[in-house]
């Protein structure tokens, strides 16, 4: 019996799973703007993994070509040192797409599985857990940075990240302990409940999945968050130069080559502002995808 179950459950699951990307295939078609921002994120993928691969690690400089204008040659124009513009846009990517990665992945990680253990367990646990959460969230992040940057580097990505992410757990632990509780009591938690099912269980097989989706929009919300964070403590000046990125040169753009006042460097200013902002769009539309593929109201509609 067993023999024939095992193959008509793996077919089940395989019907789900079409039938599921079949859906997503019609949101995206739905509006062809989420197709766009599907394509604007493997951009940028695309551009962090091989971009640095192809050009240099230390572009060369050119002093006959110092800070130019946009031309056919190069497009954003060049910077103070005659490099091109857009290539430090693509070997500066690899630094900021890494961190806003990392800094999402321990986000999502840290306060996915406190929310989700307090808002099961609630009693003591969730009062603890609460509180700590609570102190975390009124530590202002900025000043806590800038003192960090004083003492640490942040010459690695890994290490940006790892700041970041330890410093922006708290509203994400919150958010999914509301949604936790709200769970809780429906029926199917409430039904493993009384089969005496383990903790972990219930929380990984049950809680976890039903979870997915909005778990997932938060991980895509952290990355723009990590984006401006690491991007505008960059542009102050407090972090040092260890490593080109779309802040060291906002920095630079600004105060070195002077760009509110030089036309010339104008676009030495406005390509990675523009790289930010078509990053935060193309997030922006596949998070309203998301919302309507893991909402089947909104799909029905």
């Given at each position: 019996?067993?023999?024939t ?10 019907e789900m ?7 997503v295939?019609?949101v995206?078609?739905r ?25 240099p ?26 490099r091109?513009?857009?290539a ?24 996915t599985a ?14 603890v ?8 969230l ?15 580097q942040?010459?690695?990505p890994?290490?940006?990240g790892l700041?970041?992410?330890?410093l ?23 039904a ?12 990984g ?23 401006y ?19 060291v ?15 010339n ?8 502002l523009?790289?930010?902002?078509l990053l935060t ?15 089947p ?5």
């Amino acid at each position: 019996m067993s023999a024939t179950l095992i193959p008509e459950t793996g077919s089940a699951a395989s019907e789900m799973r079409r039938n599921f990307w079949r859906g997503v295939w019609r949101v995206m078609r739905r509006k062809p703007s989420r197709l766009v921002g599907v394509v604007i994120i493997a951009g940028f993928i695309v551009m962090g993994v091989v971009g640095p691969m192809v050009l240099p690690e230390h572009l060369p400089s050119d002093t006959n070509a110092i800070t130019q204008a946009p031309s056919w040659e190069h497009w954003f124009g060049t910077d103070p040192q005659g490099r091109d513009v857009l290539a430090l846009v693509i070997t500066g990517s690899r630094y900021v797409l890494l961190t806003a990665a990392v800094t999402a992945l321990i986000t999502v990680v840290v306060g996915t599985a406190i929310g989700l253990f307090s808002g099961f367990k609630r009693g003591r646990w969730d009062t603890v857990l609460m509180r700590l959460t609570d102190m975390k969230l009124t530590i202002p992040g900025l000043p806590l940075l800038l003192v960090l940057a004083t003492v640490w580097q942040f010459g690695s990505p890994l290490q940006m990240g790892l700041v970041l992410g330890l410093l922006g757990w708290g509203g994400v632990a919150r958010a999914v302990r509301s949604q936790t509780l709200s769970l809780r009591e429906r029926g199917f938690i409430e039904a493993a409940r009384g089969l005496g099912l383990s903790t972990t269980h219930i929380i990984g097989k049950e809680l976890l999945p039903s979870m997915a989706p909005y778990i997932a929009m938060n991980m895509l919300i952290s990355v723009t968050g990590a984006v401006y964070s690491q991007v505008g403590l960059f542009f102050l000046g407090v972090l040092p130069y260890e490593s080109d990125n779309w802040g060291v040169m906002l920095n630079l753009a600004v105060f070195q080559a002077g760009a509110m006042i030089t036309p010339n460097a104008l676009g030495y200013l406005l390509a990675p502002l523009l790289a930010i902002l078509l990053l935060t769009l193309g997030i922006v539309l596949v998070v309203d995808a998301m919302d309507e593929i893991f909402n089947p109201r909104l799909r029905e509609e």
